[in-house]
């Protein structure tokens, strides 16, 4: 029975890996983090996770037809209570795994006033966008995010702030 649970276990974890198009290679934060987040969701998940969408909702709608044609969602992000616990190193292992000819940089937002960048790179397949990674830090504030599947490039902002990504506003109201 314990062989049972332990490949049923290894085949669930298997299924939630499998969309997953590069590796993050930042458990090694997560001692160092205040506050993390880790979301898996694989095209069953986020069908599940859909049926609690409000249709009458016009954002919720988006997001419920956004994510039906997607793959998997995966995202890990970490607060920190100090600035530094994190190096660029820790960005670069993630930025050497999106190269061409599948993935392209198609935008980056810096703020050098408050240190804040966010990056957006799409992996192309076929002519289409097959996945979508995202790369937000701060001093103290580190997210990536790999959104795999068919994605409507233009509706992706409706994404922001469900399922743990960060609202992609590049116009911040000044305080």
């Known amino acids: 029975m314990r062989q049972v649970r332990r490949l049923a276990l ?3 974890l298997a299924g939630a890996l499998w969309g997953q ?12 983090a205040s506050d993390r987040v880790d979301v898996s969701l694989n095209s069953n998940m986020l069908q599940f996770a859909a049926k609690f969408l409000d249709t009458k909702d016009p ?7 956004l994510i039906s044609g ?13 600035e530094g616990a994190y190096s660029a190193a820790d960005l670069d292992q993630v930025r050497n795994q999106l190269k061409a000819p599948e993935w392209s ?4 937002i810096k703020n050098s006033d408050e240190g804040e ?23 103290k504030q580190l997210t990536v995010a790999n959104l795999v599947g068919n994605i409507d490039i233009d509706s992706l902002a409706a994404l922001g702030g469900h399922f ?6 590049a116009t911040k109201k000044k305080k």
């Open 10 to 12: 290894a085949s669930v």
């Open 21 to 32: 198009q590069f590796k993050f290679n930042l458990d090694h934060l997560e001692g160092k």
């Open 59 to 65: 954002d919720e709608a988006k997001v419920k037809q």
């Open 70 to 82: 997607m793959e998997g969602i995966y995202i890990r992000s970490f607060e920190f209570k100090k």
């Open 105 to 108: 940089r198609i935008f980056g």
């Open 117 to 139: 960048n966010i990056e957006v790179w799409v992996r192309n397949a076929g002519g289409k966008v097959a996945g979508i990674a995202i790369l937000s830090s701060d001093p």
């Open 164 to 169: 743990g990504l960060p609202k992609m506003d």
